[in-house]
């Protein structure tokens, strides 16, 4: 007879999602029993890092990515990074395990009436399947809700004596070969509007977002942008790479706020949005919405999104898709001079630390190994880190897109296990780290080659940035003094370093392309207050 358990496994494997991420409790051991052969569990020692892992991995191969929780303590533990995957759009099916059925109601220890209450609003969709044999279709449901656009996070809580309930095997057959497929091509009226509009334009923007997230996407949109002769900006606060940073287009990252973005869009008669909210913004500087006389057009896929935007006109549909239509109806020449290209200002390496986050960057990104991806959790010099660093695919950087720290660490341990023929690089601050530390157990387990640069400013740094800004006096919390992330890394099994002059600091960069495992190297930075918006 076929249980629960062996249909579920089964059906995992027809659909990919042989790679778990866990960390289990009494509620999952069920779902593990016989574990199969063929898959791979990655443990972690806390749900956020396993969440954050899960979430670098389905970033990295663009691919949903199956998260095994315990219990709603367990799922209350991942809250925050489920945050920055919604935020990200990043396809994940998140499982949690319940109580037995029958003990659900009596308030046992481990169960939780209300399970699929505790990710909200962090889910695009959440449930329970109301029968032991409703598991698979449940299961197959939250997949095809994970994936189609906006792709995001899913829940579903599986009650632990489900497991081992007999299977109905005509109605599971029926699952393992269903396609639901996106289908977001616009309507040739449409496109052929816009496009009229666009050629139009006298000095037109083009402004990019998470959305451009795989290589067709990503390229048609460098075509598009360099047949319309557009000065391209990447949308505020961007979770992944979605332009080259070094063509000569590229103007740099919107700021979040509203004053910045209409400030840094002067000059521009007519903005096309793709792939992008109108806008994210995060610091609070009212002013007008656009420029006068801007007009402006988003394409995107989340019909939330679109709806949600104060200004501008939206098309909801595949953006890939329309970049190619576009490209076919835009004219040959655009009869338009293109935008001169930024500046890159020059940056010497003191000889000894600390050393200024420009300067940093500057020498990572001539000492990068070719092929290797980038994590950004150094929120207190995000804008150093956009003006120096040479990104050119998708999928090639991740940042914490809800701004919740914790994601940066482990996200690397997943980009890792997602290729771990490819070098990984996390840029963390030494406040963020913490939230995510125990993702270097993993990555010595697994032997990755990961380089965890740790920048110590001894603080949080974006926030003392916040308080000259808003004007706070005297606020506690902000400094960070005794941390050694040396002797932590040390303790999880990671080889680390601390570096104080010039010459090491290089020495230690030029080894991230030749790495048999991870290692951690701790780098002086100055406090360098930044301005958002």
């Not at 960390?23 to 749900?47: A, C, K, Q, T, V």
Request: with cysteine; net charge negative.
């Amino acid at each position: 007879m076929a249980t629960i358990r062996n249909v579920v496994h089964d059906l995992l494997r027809t659909w990919g999602l042989t790679t778990v991420f866990g960390n289990p409790g009494s509620n999952e051991l069920p779902f593990l029993d016989g574990f199969p052969p063929d898959f791979r569990y990655i443990l972690g020692l806390h749900e956020g890092a396993v969440l954050a892992m899960a979430d670098g991995y389905a970033q990295a191969t663009g691919r949903p990515a199956l998260v095994n929780l315990h219990s709603a303590a367990g799922l209350g533990h991942a809250v925050g990074n489920l945050a920055n995957a919604r935020a990200s759009h990043t396809p994940l099916v998140v499982t949690a395990g319940q109580q037995s059925r029958s003990m659900v109601g009596l308030n046992a220890v481990l169960g939780e009436p209300d399970l699929v209450r505790v990710p909200e609003p962090q889910v695009k969709w959440a449930c329970e399947p109301a029968t032991a044999q409703d598991v698979p279709r449940a299961l197959s449901e939250a997949l095809h809700r994970a994936t189609l656009p906006p792709a995001g996070p899913v829940f579903v809580s599986l009650p632990m004596d489900d497991w081992a309930q007999p299977a109905d095997a005509d109605a599971v057959a029926m699952l393992a070969g269903r396609q639901v497929r996106w289908v977001g091509a616009a309507d040739p009226d449409v496109v052929g509007e816009l496009a009229g509009r666009m050629a139009a334009a006298r000095t037109p923007a083009l402004v990019v977002g998470p959305e451009v997230d795989d290589e067709l996407a990503f390229d048609r949109v460098v075509m598009l942008a360099e047949r319309w002769l557009a000065a391209v900006w990447t949308a505020p606060t961007p979770p992944r790479c979605p332009f080259p940073t070094r063509h000569p287009q590229w103007r740099g990252v919107l700021p979040p706020s509203i004053a910045g973005v209409a400030e840094h869009l002067t000059g521009h008669d007519f903005v096309l949005v793709l792939g992008a909210p109108v806008f994210r913004y995060h610091a609070h500087r009212p002013g007008p919405w656009l420029p006068e006389g801007t007009e402006l057009v988003a394409v995107g896929s989340d019909p939330g999104s679109a709806a949600r935007a104060p200004f501008g006109d939206a098309l909801v549909g595949d953006v890939a898709a329309i970049a190619g239509q576009l490209l076919h109806a835009l004219p040959e020449e655009a009869g338009r001079s293109l935008p001169e290209p930024r500046t890159i200002p020059d940056a010497q390496l003191p000889d000894e630390a600390p050393f200024p986050a420009d300067a940093l960057f500057a020498a990572l990104t001539e000492a990068m190994p070719a092929r290797a991806r980038l994590v950004n959790e150094s929120t207190a010099n995000t804008a150093q880190f956009w003006t120096h660093l040479d990104l050119r695919a998708p999928r090639s950087l991740l940042f914490p897109a809800a701004g919740g720290l914790g994601f940066g660490l482990p996200a690397a341990v997943g980009i890792a296990l997602a290729d771990p023929e490819r070098p990984v690089v996390a840029v963390l601050g030494d406040g963020a780290a913490q939230y995510g530390i125990t993702g270097l157990w993993t990555a010595a387990q697994h032997r990755l080659p990961i380089t965890f640069l740790v920048l110590r400013n001894g603080g949080y740094g974006a926030l003392r940035g916040f308080v000259d800004q808003m004007g706070v006096q005297n606020a506690p919390g902000l400094d960070l003094p005794d941390l050694d992330a040396v002797r932590i890394a040390e303790g999880y099994g990671v080889p680390a370093c601390r570096v104080s002059t010039a010459r090491e600091l290089k020495a230690e960069l030029a080894a991230m392309g030749s790495l048999d495992g991870p290692r951690l190297v701790e780098v002086p930075v100055p406090a360098e207050l930044r301005r958002l918006g």
